[in-house]
């Protein structure tokens, strides 16, 4: 968990440099679109300098711990059942699956919107549209690795992982073509504002499991491979 602070705390420092100018631009549109309508902005319950500041410092940061905590109960499983991998080995393969599982491919299929896109009556189905498609990529996920330990008894680590990773992408594909899509970009929305605000979205996620990855798997190992680290256990052992 606390690796998870950490990584929550480099995300959030991404979030503010290179997220919260899209999130500017997207409410500045959101704002001159109310007054064209005549209409009067929606109330603020919270300013923006504390939304930008320590609110998103501190959303992301609780993400991370949380995040941490289950990392390391799905790596306390998974290591020594995923191939021989060092602990350093399995915590990366682990946060490159979850990325992938849990973000990347659901975000191919409904990727994320600034706060001014998206029409509030339709949140709910929007939401169980993309829990669903997370559901489907995690589930996918699982199966593959279970598919892959299985073949690999018969056709190697290389081919078997090939053909996992080949079954994996006919599932998701074909659910995302199953699932209906979600469109609802206004058409005088700035393009590049959105396209930004995507990839300032999935910077930050891969900020975050990258961290989580690396920070972790060097712990883990030097608390799971001590011959690895002589010097430092010889140390401790002498005192």
């Not at 064209?36 to 609110?55: F, K, T, Y």
């Not at 008894?153 to 659910?175: D, E, K």
């Not at 899509?181 to 499991?209: H, K, Q, Y």
Request: net charge positive; charged share 10%.
């Amino acid at each position: 968990m606390l690796v998870g602070v950490l990584a929550g705390m480099l995300a959030s420092g991404f979030a503010w440099v290179v997220g919260e100018p899209q999130v500017d631009l997207a409410i500045g549109y959101e704002n001159q679109r109310h007054q064209m309508l005549g209409e009067a902005p929606e109330p603020v319950l919270v300013s923006r300098e504390v939304q930008s500041n320590i609110g998103l410092a501190t959303g992301i940061v609780v993400y991370g711990c949380a995040l941490g905590g289950i990392f390391a109960l799905v790596f306390a499983y998974a290591h020594g059942r995923i191939g021989h991998l060092s602990p350093r080995g399995t915590a990366a393969v682990l946060a490159a699956i979850g990325f992938m599982a849990l973000i990347l491919v659901p975000q191919v299929k409904y990727p994320a919107n600034p706060p001014s896109v998206g029409d509030p009556a339709t949140i709910g189905s929007r939401t169980g549209l993309y829990f669903a498609m997370i559901t489907l990529s995690v589930l996918a996920a699982i199966a593959t690795v279970s598919m892959r330990r299985q073949l690999a008894r018969r056709l190697g680590n290389w081919n078997s992982t090939l053909l996992a990773g080949a079954a994996y992408l006919v599932v998701v594909a074909a659910g995302m073509v199953i699932l209906p899509s979600v469109n609802e970009v206004p058409a005088d929305f700035s393009a590049t504002t959105l396209w930004c605000f995507r990839l300032a979205s999935l910077g930050i996620e891969a900020v975050l499991w990258t961290a989580l990855g690396l920070v972790f798997g060097v712990s883990a190992e030097r608390q799971l491979a001590p011959e690895r680290h002589p010097g430092r256990w010889a140390g401790q052992s002498l005192r």
